[in-house]
Every structure is written in C-alpha cells, then in structure tokens.
T-cell receptor, first 117, second 115 residues
Framework: EPEVTQTPSHQVTQMGQEVILRCVPI?????FYWYRQILGQKVEFLVS????????KSEIFDDQFSVERPDGSNFTLKIRSTKLEDSAMYFC???????????????FGPGTRLTVT | AQKITQTQPGMFVQEKEAVTLDCTYD???????LFWYKQPSSGEMIFLIY??????QNATEGRYSLNFQKARKSANLVISASQLGDSAMYFC????????????FGQGTELSVKP
C-alpha cells in the first residue's frame, strides 16, 4: 500500500539553526500539507500546497517557514531560525483531491519529531 | 470560523464493550467532511472513518461507525467490541472545503481499554 514517508524521524537542533524536514507524498497525490503537534496538544494546520504554490497558510506559518517541492517527489518544510517553541511533531500529509464533499482522505506520514534546544 | 470540540479528555472502556467518543463541530459552510483519526503511542495518525455533510447514511468501517447528527452538529465515533489495541488518542477533524482542504482538529480523547 502506498504511504507518505518522512525523514528524519527525529531531529535535534540548536535554537537559531535552520532545519529542513523532508516528506515524500504518495506519487499520484496533488495536495500536500504540513501540520504540527506540540506534545500533548492537538494537531494544528500549517500550510497547504497545490500546483506548486501555497494555497493556504495559518498564522503559525510566518516568515520563518517555507515549503518547497524541489523535484516533483519531495515536499520540504524549512524553518530558517528555530525557536524553542518550534519543538513539536511535524506531520506531512497528502491527498489525491481536495474536492468539496469528497471522501478523499489525507494520508499522514509518520512524523518528524523536532527538538530545539 | 470553523471549530471542532471534543469534550472528553479521557475515556475508559472494558474490553469487548462498545464506547462512544464525542465530537461536535461548528461551521457555516453547507459542504464539509468529518474525519476520525487514531494516534497510538507511537505517534502516527491513522485514518479511521469519513462522513460527508451530504451523506444520508451514517458511515461504517468494520468496528467503527460514525453517529452523524447534522442538526446537532455532532459526529460521534462508536467503537464496538473494544480491543486492547484500541487504546490510543482519537482525534475528530473537519475538512475545510473552501480552500485547499485543510483539516481542523479537535483536542482529542485518550481512550484506555481495560482487560
């Protein structure tokens, strides 16, 4: 069964450093998403991406964040200068479609746990 | 603004019994989708079941069923014949059909199945 993969599974970085989280969505999917989950809290939407551009972003997704689909298979989330409060699990998700009233689910990757020290 | 509310932070159920996890939502959009995901202690998000706003019948997937009451804006998850492996965090989510299909999640309910 096709699946979303994410690397690394765990990343430890120092405050102020740049990190890049990588995702390989399911190959025929068109919509891509990043979510984050601070430990013990709910999952929060960060950004959605379609047709090589951001379709929506949340308030969390400020200028420190960027996304890219550099080669048609990878989907990356970059945090330019990490803060302590960026420590969280980051999930990538993809969906075949995002049509109104469709049952097309979002498939989640296993997550990358980011720890900022 | 769209919102999902899960009022039960934690639930206990005896093995082999049924359990209902509550979820209420708020939206002004007539078209939306409701999802339930399971998150075991390992952290991954596992899709369980989907209900569309125009679906006439309640969704079912094996031991999972969704009790969809549109007028009350509730989408409760029912797990029948609970198993020890059902112990996990359960999240209700609503898809925003306006733009890009992002998911809005509730706070989650931690289910513990007792032997």
């Amino acid at each position: 069964e096709p699946e979303v993969t994410q690397t690394p599974s765990h990343q430890v970085t120092q405050m102020g450093q740049e990190v890049i989280l990588r995702c390989v969505p399911i190959s025929n999917h068109l919509y891509f998403y990043w979510y984050r989950q601070i430990l013990g809290q709910k999952v929060e939407f960060l950004v959605s991406f379609y047709n090589n551009e951001i379709s929506e972003k949340s308030e969390i997704f400020d200028d420190q964040f960027s996304v890219e689909r550099p080669d048609g298979s990878n989907f990356t989330l970059k945090i330019r200068s990490t803060k302590l409060e960026d420590s969280a699990m980051y999930f990538c998700a993809s969906s075949e479609f995002a049509l109104r009233d469709s049952s097309y689910e979002q498939y989640f990757g296993p997550g990358t746990r980011l720890t900022v020290t | 603004a769209q919102k999902i509310t899960q009022t039960q932070p934690g639930m206990f159920v005896q093995e082999k019994e049924a359990v209902t996890l509550d979820c209420t939502y708020d939206t002004s959009d007539p078209s939306y989708g409701l999802f339930w995901y399971k998150q075991p202690s390992s952290g991954e998000m596992i899709f369980l079941i989907y209900q569309g706003s125009y679906d006439q019948q309640n969704a079912t997937e094996g031991r999972y069923s969704l009790n969809f009451q549109k007028a009350r804006k509730s989408a409760n998850l029912v797990i029948s014949a609970s198993q020890l492996g059902d112990s996990a965090m359960y999240f209700c989510a609503m898809r925003d059909d306006n733009q890009g299909g992002k998911l809005i999640f509730g706070q989650g309910t931690e289910l513990s199945v007792k032997p």
